[in-house]
């Protein structure tokens, strides 16, 4: 019943800007951590961000810097500002959930279907 939607991808020139949004939606008690991770093709998926509850935030040492992720608890929403893009960065962002769900109360791990950036001059 939980739903994860990333949106606010798009094609941008380097040094661009943009805000990615995870809405997360459906039965849910608590949410944990709220986390950002990307994959470009032919590589592994990577860690780009994460933000827990109390706000405690870990970055990727390639984006550390410009990157910066944030969360509205109250709309159960993660962001993720990324500032002067470079080209590597291109890849599919998916936000990822750590949340406790109704009615079971079991923590579970969630995915979003991904939202694609592309930073291209």
């Known amino acids: 019943q939980v739903q994860l939607v990333e949106s606010g991808g798009g094609v941008v020139q380097p040094g661009g800007s943009l805000t990615l949004s995870c809405a997360a939606s459906?039965?849910?008690?608590?949410?944990?951590?709220m986390g950002w991770y990307r994959q470009a093709p032919g590589k592994q998926r990577e860690l780009v961000a994460t933000?827990?509850?109390?706000?405690?935030?870990d970055y990727a040492d390639s984006v550390k810097g410009r990157f910066t992720i944030s969360r509205d608890n109250a709309k159960n929403t993660a962001y993720l500002q990324m500032n002067s893009l470079k080209p590597e960065d291109t890849a599919v962002y998916s936000c990822?959930?750590?949340?406790?769900?109704?009615?079971?109360?079991?923590?579970?791990?969630?995915w979003g279907q991904g939202t694609q950036v592309t930073v291209s001059s």
């Open positions: 459906g039965s849910i008690f608590t949410v944990y951590a």
């Open positions: 990822n959930a750590d949340l406790r769900v109704l009615p079971t109360f079991r923590q579970s791990n969630y």
């Open positions: 933000i827990t509850s109390a706000g405690t935030t």
